[in-house]
């Protein structure tokens, strides 16, 4: 992967490096690269301030192991 962590099945050596996002309208942007998958969630408060929540999302194994995955999620 990207940063040295396992690379998600079925993403060939010509998908890695390469980013794509999905939109769910509304309030919901996904993130998908190689080896992680990050699920952006917007909560509107007021037309001036809205709350977003992120989980990043590795294999198991990457958990597992304990790989530093702080590049990625900061």
């Known amino acids: 992967g990207s940063e040295g962590l396992d690379v998600i099945p079925g993403v060939g050596e010509d ?7 999905i939109t769910i309208k509304p309030t ?6 190689p080896d992680h998958v990050i ?4 909560f509107p408060l007021a ?3 809205t709350i977003v929540e992120c989980d990043w ?5 990457v ?3 304990g790989k530093d995955v ?3 999620v900061e």
């Open 63 to 65: 958990v597992e192991s």
């Open 28 to 33: 919901v942007f996904v993130n998908l690269v």
């Open 39 to 42: 699920i952006h969630r917007m």
């Open 47 to 49: 037309a001036d301030r």
């Open 70 to 72: 702080t590049a990625s």
């Open 15 to 21: 998908q890695d490096r390469r980013y794509y996002a």
């Open 57 to 61: 999302l590795y294999l198991p194994s």
